[in-house]
């Protein structure tokens, strides 16, 4: 009944956007009527409210998009290693989608009634341009939703044998489908922000090619950017799932089997994190040299100081991603050796966030710009500078890696003969990467900027192809290693939950924060340098503003979030049923920290 | 003084002092003694940068658990234990205090300027006009550097920044002209490593062209005194004072990407 209930509840949502924009292709494609429409509810006005509805469906979007790479890879691996728990785990990051792909349908639907009730004459602009593009996209949708249901109603059904892998490659065109869909409203997104060359105010929307409209130059930036960023997303909002059900747990094996979750979810979210920058640095560029307007104002100009606040929120991700290994290492035997080197790395990490957060331009009062004699500082002022910034972000991502390789080998000892020089290759790596990273960061101030500008190319190549080498390297030494132990799932403070809690709202928090940046830079175009906005909010909003509503959106969202992460914990209550009637029982609801608990079996979990 | 010194509490609020001194005492003050060009840190800043050292001091302390325990150890006795009762009663009062007294502080009454941000490097627009001539500022480079004599175009650069610009950016071109002290931002230094170099020659013509008064709307607040010079200076007087700032300077100005890697513009 549950299972219905939530498939008529996604079913009505995906009808209702197809719906949507079925009645409002055709009826606003000719409207003649007035340019906007009015709004106002507790305040808000129209670029709010479509703002608002615009950011939610975003990241519903990004969740049902990222999940769903990450749960066909973990089922891969479930499937081709022969471990069921994988498989299990699959499925479980599977559930989650159910409900959140209502959600997605339905914050699109009301971003399509928003904006063409609000924006009519923009509405029937784009759609004059995008209309076939906007049918197919409805049609993929279609497929996405019942390749979905069919993807996780049909995974017990098909568990064994070749029917096992008809089932994996529905969950392998459930991307494709997805992908697809992202692709196309990339296209009308990113139309806004880069139009073809050529286009002016008095260019008819019928004349515009429908493919050099799609394709335009930052469209597959964009693409890959937040094919990356969505896989971050979804195992950042997977690990805060598993964080919610630890802290409320009440049995071990329910314990084990989240905080197993949970280290699942942080790897995959800090994993992808770890390459994004590349993304980012491309879409940037491209952005760039579309237009130097728009890049100065985005890096240089009025939301220099975003930066600044993305670098807090950078800092957070680094940190709190770092110090969920560290305090896991608490449950692996023979972690402990690892221990004295965390100081030494956290240091890194504090003095990279102080280089990043290191303003160029800085907020002062009158005395104390006199006594700096600008606005600049005479000393501080070298790490305001990308230079600086480029060198701290990677050494930070070093580190990073470097926990997460101390994490992973804290119970194994290699038993190869050649362990010893295999780790001192991984050392030297490591240092030459760290020294390719300081020595572009220095030579980098001695340069022109466009020299200096592919130096960042360089450092974040040098700290990839590490990454890729310590790795190779690491799993063929520790094949057949010796194990001090078994990981003592479950054996967590709580106060690491909350560091996967932290980082799902920072990500959030984020993706809000560059979405505004991002869409903010056209400033007063609704199509930058084609058509105009003439409405009263024709402005970019400052900081102060934008961030209220970004956080409104947050706590939108994980409001809803919270709720879906409860139907979950519906779903399997009945689970963990007989373990929780021992505990009841007489047995100890948790175990001391020192007393080892097997692997999580899931043998029963769904 | 060895038990405090291996303390988790005490050592990490040794960190917290030793920080303090290092970003307000030895950039601010210390430096410049030695010769190393530096100036009192914004309190803005010493705020960011504290806070990301204590958020470092609790991750450290609570990443291991032994640690954690130790490390709130004092602060659990000297809210619970009896002997600590005169040290509880004083922090009782001073912190209440110490959080009254900041909060006064920036609500105060005060006659000076508040802090501001201005976007010092604003977005140029794709073109400006000239005395009414529309003149493409993307891809726009210095005429000069194909016509005419580089000796006589820097020459002709240093007499008109003598007698134009010397007033307010000084004659060593550090902004600390004799009219500098009065202005509010202060004028651009033309040695600091964050202005020649960072941007275009078409950048700079720009903002010498148009001045303050054709600052575009993010670079409030518009009280920027540098006069629009395309009513007294033609445009080749502008380009070549530009080219005297690079080469008096040193720096080498931002170029436009080749064509062919991707530029669109």
């Not at chain 1, 728009?294 to 680094?318: E, H, P, R």
């Not at chain 1, 890696?401 to 038993?415: G, Q, T």
């Not at chain 2, 291996?6 to 010769?35: D, K």
């Not at chain 2, 920044?161 to 509010?184: E, M, S, T």
Request: charged share 15%.
């Amino acid at each position: 009944m549950k299972r219905w209930v939530a498939r008529g509840a996604a079913t009505r949502g995906v009808l209702l956007a197809a719906l949507a924009l079925a009645v409002a292709l055709p009826l606003l494609a000719q409207a003649p009527g007035p340019d906007y429409g009015e709004f106002n509810f507790l305040g808000l006005d129209r670029r709010g409210a479509v703002w608002i509805a615009a950011q939610l469906h975003l990241l519903f979007a990004a969740f049902v998009l990222g999940v769903p790479m990450f749960a066909v890879v973990i089922e891969a691996i479930g499937m081709f290693g022969g471990d069921e728990k994988y498989d299990k785990l699959a499925k479980e990051f599977t559930r989650l989608l159910l409900v959140a792909y209502s959600a997605t349908a339905i914050w699109g639907a009301i971003l399509v009634f928003f904006l063409s009730t609000l924006y009519p004459r923009f509405w029937a602009y784009l759609t004059a341009i995008f209309a076939p593009s906007m049918w197919v996209y409805a049609g993929l949708f279609f497929l996405e939703s019942f390749t979905l249901y069919l993807y996780y109603y049909g995974w017990d059904a098909w568990k064994k044998g070749a029917a096992k892998k008809v089932h994996w490659c529905l969950g392998i065109m459930l991307n494709i489908w997805g992908t697809i869909v992202m692709f196309i409203a990339n296209g009308w997104l990113t139309y806004m922000m880069s139009p073809p060359e050529g286009l002016t105010v008095d260019t008819a929307p019928q004349t515009v090619q429908l493919w050099s409209a799609i394709n335009n130059a930052t469209w597959m930036p964009i693409n890959i950017h937040r094919l990356l960023a969505n896989v971050v997303f979804g195992g950042a909002v997977v690990g805060a799932y598993a964080a919610y059900r630890f802290l409320t747990s009440r049995t071990d094996e329910e314990r084990a089997h989240y905080d197993w979750m949970g280290y699942t979810g942080n790897l995959i979210a800090i994993g992808a994190l770890i390459v994004l920058p590349f993304a980012g640095y491309w879409l940037g560029r491209e952005i760039y040299e579309f237009s130097q307007q728009m890049g100065i104002t985005m890096m240089g100009g009025f939301m220099s100081w975003l930066w600044i606040i993305q670098a807090f929120l950078i800092g957070i991700l680094f940190l709190a991603g770092n110090y969920y290994l560290w305090i896991g290492m608490g449950r692996i035997p023979g972690a402990e050796r690892f221990q004295p080197y965390i100081k030494w790395m956290l240091l890194v990490l504090v003095l990279g966030v102080i280089v990043w957060a290191t303003p160029n331009t800085m907020i002062a009062d009158r005395d104390e710009i006199a006594a700096m004699g600008g606005i600049r500082h005479p000393f501080l002022q070298v790490l305001g500078v990308m230079s600086a910034k480029n060198t701290a972000v990677n050494l930070m991502i070093l580190t990073t890696f470097l926990s997460f390789l101390m994490y992973r080998r804290a119970n194994k000892d290699p038993v190869v003969p050649w362990a010893r020089a295999g780790t001192m290759l991984q050392g030297a790596a490591f240092a030459l990467s760290a020294v390719v990273v300081v020595f572009y960061g220095v030579y980098g101030y001695f340069v022109t900027a466009i020299v200096r500008i592919g130096f960042s190319v360089y450092q974040v190549l040098a700290v990839l192809a590490t990454i890729l080498f310590v790795i190779g390297i690491d799993m063929a030494m520790l094949r057949g290693a010796k194990s001090r132990g078994e990981i003592r799932w479950g054996r967590m403070p709580d106060r690491s939950q909350y560091a996967l809690l932290i980082l799902a709202v920072t990500f959030t928090w984020l993706m809000g924060l560059m979405g505004f940046a991002r869409s903010g830079i056209r400033q007063h175009w609704h199509v930058y340098e084609v058509i105009r906005d003439t409405s009263e909010q024709a402005f970019t909003p400052a900081l102060g503003p934008a961030a209220t509503i970004i956080s409104i959106c947050v706590l939108i969202f994980f409001g809803l979030v919270g709720f879906i992460f409860w139907l979950g914990g519906l779903a399997e209550r009945s689970v963990y049923r007989e373990a929780e009637a021992k505990v009841r029982a007489g047995h100890e609801g948790r175990a001391p920290l020192g007393d080892p608990l097997p692997a999580p079996s899931l043998g029963d979990v769904d | 003084m060895k038990r405090y010194l291996s303390h988790p509490f005490w050592q990490g609020a040794i960190v917290v002092v030793a920080s303090y001194v290092a970003f307000e005492y030895v950039i601010g003050y210390a430096l410049p003694v030695i010769g190393v060009a530096s100036a009192p840190v914004p309190s803005s800043v010493i705020l960011e940068y504290m806070l990301i050292v204590l958020v470092g001091i609790l991750l450290y302390m609570s990443a291991d658990e032994e640690r954690w325990q130790r490390f709130r150890e004092p602060i659990r006795a000297t809210m619970v234990r009896r002997d600590r009762r005169t040290l509880r009663g004083i922090l009782m009062v001073a912190i209440p205090v110490v959080i009254g007294w900041l909060a006064y502080e920036r609500v105060k009454p005060s006659y000076a300027a508040p802090a501001t941000l201005r976007a010092v490097h604003p977005a140029p627009p794709n073109q400006l006009t000239f005395r009414g001539e529309t003149i493409e500022l993307t891809g726009l480079e210095n005429p000069l550097h194909e016509e005419g004599s580089m000796a006589e175009h820097l020459a002709a650069g240093k007499r008109i920044y003598v007698r134009n610009c010397v007033p307010c950016h000084g004659d060593l071109l550090d902004g600390q002209g004799h009219y500098a002290p009065a202005f509010n931002p202060v004028p651009a230094d033309f040695t600091s490593s964050g202005n020649l170099p960072q941007l275009t020659e078409s950048y700079v013509f720009w903002r010498i062209v148009k001045g303050g008064p054709g600052l575009p709307r993010e670079g409030t607040p518009w009280d920027s005194a540098m006069p629009a010079w395309e009513q007294v200076l033609e445009q080749n007087d502008i380009w070549a004072v530009i080219l005297y700032l690079y080469d008096q300077t040193g720096f080498t100005p931002r170029t436009w990407e080749e064509e062919g890697e991707g530029g669109h513009e």
